[in-house]
């Protein structure tokens, strides 16, 4: 069965660092594309990265660019999300989605989502 679990999330202060990682079980996950999305309190769940089938290429928030990369490891079928310099801003749950095709920028373009992993950043 096809299923996405995040982890690496926690509790970390002001200009800390996190690595995300997404696990993707079942087969059919070889032909998607595995990217991004966060959910702050209150806020409406929002793009944060993400890297085409390829991996050539990767696309960012305009709030996040410079401090998080997304990567992937095809051999493990895992897909990381390092973020840098965090910041208070960056508290959210962090979910892993994966897609095939559309806009990688929607979450309408997505077929599974995993249960998320909560990042608090404090001052």
């Known amino acids: 069965q096809e299923q996405l679990v995040e982890s690496g999330g926690g509790l970390v202060k002001t200009g800390g660092s996190l690595r995300l990682s997404c696990v993707a079980y079942?087969?059919?996950?070889?032909?998607?594309?595995i990217n991004w999305f966060r959910q702050a309190p209150g806020k409406e769940r929002e793009f944060v990265a993400a890297?085409?089938?390829?991996?050539?290429?990767?696309y960012y928030a305009d709030s996040v660019k410079g401090r998080f990369t997304i990567s992937r490891d095809n051999a493990n079928g895992t897909v990381y999300l390092q973020m840098n310099n965090l910041k208070p801003e960056d508290t959210a749950v962090y979910y892993c989605?994966?897609?095939?095709?559309?806009?990688?920028?929607?979450?309408?373009?997505?077929?599974?989502w995993g249960q998320g992993t909560q990042v608090t950043v404090s001052l």
């Open positions: 989605a994966a897609r095939t095709k559309g806009d990688y920028s929607r979450e309408s373009s997505y077929e599974y």
């Open positions: 079942g087969r059919r996950f070889a032909a998607y594309a």
């Open positions: 890297m085409n089938w390829s991996g050539v290429s990767t």
